[in-house]
């Protein structure tokens, strides 16, 4: 079984002390792409998942929206 969970500065906390036992962390548009990529390099031992949330359900509605989730996915090398 594997444990994805969204990453936060608690996570954080616990992943420093190694008192987190996942496998991965989720972001998403919560965060910037320069903040995952700065995620990314203080943990780079841990997958990173892009979550979309409502970014994702009102594609049609943002502006833009399209090309930030490309750029999400492409910094996260999320699926």
Do not use: K
Request: hydrophobic content about 40%; some cysteine; overall charge negative.
């Amino acid at each position: 079984m594997q444990l994805t969970t969204n990453l936060s500065e608690p996570l954080l906390e616990l992943i420093h002390r190694n008192q987190a036992p996942i496998d991965a962390v989720e972001v998403g548009p919560w965060f910037s792409v320069p903040q995952i990529r700065d995620y990314r390099q203080m943990l780079p031992d841990l997958p990173f998942y892009f979550h979309g949330g409502d970014l994702i359900d009102r594609v049609g509605l943002i502006l833009g929206a399209v090309s930030r989730i490309v750029a999400y996915q492409q910094c996260t090398d999320s699926p």
